[in-house]
């Protein structure tokens, strides 16, 4: 089992391109514990009043509201193809590696399909995967346009 990381010594929030983000300082080795998810356990039933968008749904009856800076893993964002995972041990919410991640690398895991559907599809996806994507699909578009002005 690998050594537990420091989530303040080893890592860092900092800018990234859907905001701020949480990056790795320190090589982190998969499977290896990153950091926890804290915060005001809340009946899940009460969080319709709160606003904020750090609730993260333990199980039908228990919520985390994470909403607080010093809960370090809200800054952990949404990736198609992440880095890490979230695993519940009793109702403690942990983050785990499920690729080597690099220095300077920033912390993602999927959100999940319920909440990508409905709070990121429509404002489209802001991952590196999903970013690639894009600018492939830009370039096959403006290769298409070349090519129909040469036939035309």
Known sequence: MPARLSPS???RVGRSKSGLGLFARAP???GQFIIRYRGKKIRTE???ELDTRYLFEINNRWT???SSRSNRARY???ACRPNAEVYFVKHVIKIRAIKNI???DEITYHYGRNYFDAF????GCKCKACARKRAKLRALKRKRKRRTRRAG
């Open 102 to 104: 690099k220095p300077g």
């Open 46 to 48: 009460d969080t319709e």
């Open 120 to 123: 990121i599809r429509d404002v």
């Open 9 to 11: 010594r080893h890592l």
């Open 64 to 66: 985390i509201d994470g």
């Open 76 to 78: 952990i964002n949404h």
């Open 28 to 30: 982190i080795k998969k």
